[in-house]
């Protein structure tokens, strides 16, 4: 069999970790990166000697009549990279992406695409980084009928209030560590006022329920106002508090509950022990319970692992079909309905929100 | 797409619950039931009128002779098992199976048979039950290189660990209730004495680290003399006592540590915190750190689960290739060296062998 050849899309933090996972001496085999396309390859390209027999490009086009078997897309943003990915898939080409806002708003329709061209969009690093939580959903638990989806998705968020809780420090503070560290953006609204988990969350409804979702439709409360004085309180209660993301399913009424939030839970949880860019799920189905899994959440070393698992995957199979989704769209969405705010009950066993409207979801 | 068309072989507890899910009012789609192989398929025939439609058969041969697409085997054991395995494959058909012994001993042999016939064998049940490991290690993690697996992979010990733990009752009082609540079979001592974990971490080796290992060459210490006051001994330290498998794998020097023993765990932490018949395990790798996966790990319907998943992804894509495994025979296989018993030092973050000959491995 030969190498499979793959152009990235996007030299940036994720960019930079899988090219390195693709040419450092330890390289996965079977791959070889070939192109990369980026806005400033020019620069770039002077900056990275080492990567002398790749073919450098400031122009998608190139990428597209290329011999590339697999674009890695990792720029990142919705337009253009969604025109990007249908043109690669048009072009003959399969996709491994890490683009949530992407496939949120666009999956179902490239999935289509990608089956009528026999060609495969893969999608593991759009959530959850390194823990692979698109594969337990979409694959691993497609026996059983999932019901609800809680899981810490925002890696950013976790560090900020993890942090906040193990050093007693402001949100600034907190913040401004987890851009050191290079966990957050210079503007971390997205990630503290739930937009990011909310597209990550919108794409397991359409993984776990089947449900055509749009971000926006998830209601949200921000992370932005928790204080220290939050923080200290829910540690009395034997609490932290963790950006969640819920979602549950009643398929008789078609009913989606679906919520990003702030939510006090037990320190000794899934969730309570989930610290810095980590990220956690607990998924539940009608036979097989709860299954939890997590890993690191954030970070391009993990995310590119995701990455290269996808690029295996279409390198062991070429013709594997990736399903496309057959979605419907709920009847109903609620959102937190009475809840006021995040400073909720606990219970030991793992969360539970004192309003009696989500009393019987949790 | 015409249905898949599945017989299944052995109808005992595990089968039970996959017939459940392939012929009640909330089957699953495109997954049709057609055959039923047991030993007392003529008493088990009278007592499931509702299963009329179904070809019953106490011969093997006619299963083979059938038009089934899929053969599940259900029927556990080494032998006759496995023969049965290598001549549906033979007869042209998919396999789905639970079976850890035969995986372990014949998996690599009959995975390549499986591909040379151009057909699939998948053993998702085969570990963790419902907890979709196998699919994580073989697949979503694939782009990673893994270095160790902790895991706690037998319910029926850990449900009789937990109790234990919960209820300060006597081992024979936690196995009778085990086997009550239909976790633990009449003789336990296989699960006990850590026969059933060695096999399914023997499979996790050839999947993480590409190694050949046989289930005897893992290190077991029983947990069948762990005593209450040794339970409560590890309380008093903030701990309690579970049945862990363990390996890491030195690429190196191609040197595999492995065993399976009962061991000191900190109460708050992954392992800690799985009670009954759950299972759980922690998988790392060089490029994305520890990965948590956790769920039901016993019982006919988690068990089930897997199964379902296995054979719709059979159905999605009937020529999709699982990958035969490449193994090699490790250089060298360490097991508990100096070690003397499970009364190890705990860390509030994970768990810790005393012992200077694993300080590095832990």
Redesign the interface.
């Known amino acids: 069999m030969s190498p499979l050849r793959i152009a990235l899309l996007g030299f940036g933090t994720v960019g930079t970790s899988v090219v390195h ?1 693709l040419t450092r001496t ?1 390289a ?1 085999r079977d791959l070889v990166l070939t192109g990369i396309f980026d806005r400033r390859a020019d620069v770039k390209r002077l900056a990275h000697p080492a990567l002398r027999g790749v073919a450098w490009t400031t122009r998608i086009e190139d990428v597209l009549v290329s011999d590339a078997d697999v674009v890695v897309e990792a720029a990142g943003g919705l337009d253009p990279a969604s025109g990007w990915i249908r043109d690669a898939l048009l072009a003959g080409k399969s996709v491994v992406t890490a683009n949530k806002q992407v496939i949120a708003r666009d999956g179902e329709h490239l999935l289509r695409l990608a089956a009528r061209q026999g060609r495969q969009l893969r999608f ?1 690093a759009a959530i959850g ?4 939580i698109v ?2 959903v979409a ?7 999932l019901t609800r989806i809680v899981a810490i998705l925002n890696g950013t968020t976790n560090a900020v209030l993890s942090r906040m809780d193990a050093t007693r420090c402001s949100m600034d503070a907190a913040i401004r560590d987890a851009q050191s560290r290079g966990y957050a953006e210079q503007d971390p609204r997205l990630d503290l006022d739930g937009d990011d988990a909310r597209a990550k969350l919108a794409i397991l409804c359409g993984l776990a329920f089947g449900l055509r979702v749009t971000p926006t439709d998830i209601a949200a409360r921000s992370a932005a106002s928790v204080s220290l004085a939050d923080v200290e309180g829910a540690r009395r209660q034997g609490a932290t508090i963790r950006q969640l993301a819920y979602a549950s399913h009643d398929a008789d009424t078609s009913t989606l509950t679906a919520w990003v939030s702030p939510v006090a839970v037990p320190r ?1 949880s ?1 969730f309570g ?1 989930t610290t810095g860019p980590q990220n ?1 799920a607990l998924i539940t ?1 009608a ?10 959440g954030a970070g391009g ?2 995310t ?10 279409v390198a ?2 070429r ?3 990736v ?1 496309p989704l057959a979605l419907t769209t709920p009847k109903c969405i609620r959102g937190f309905g009475g809840i006021a705010d995040f400073r909720v009950q606990i219970s030991d066993c793992g969360f539970q929100i004192s309003d009696s409207l989500f009393a019987e979801a949790v």
């Open positions: 996972r330890d996965v593991e980084g390194a823990m692979p594969r337990a694959d691993g638990l497609a026996g059983d009928r000794h899934l022990r956690a189905g036979h097989a319970g709860d299954i939890g899994v997590s890993g690191a070393d993990a590119a692992v995701a990455v290269i698992s996808d690029l295996l995957a062991r199979d013709a594997a079909v399903p």
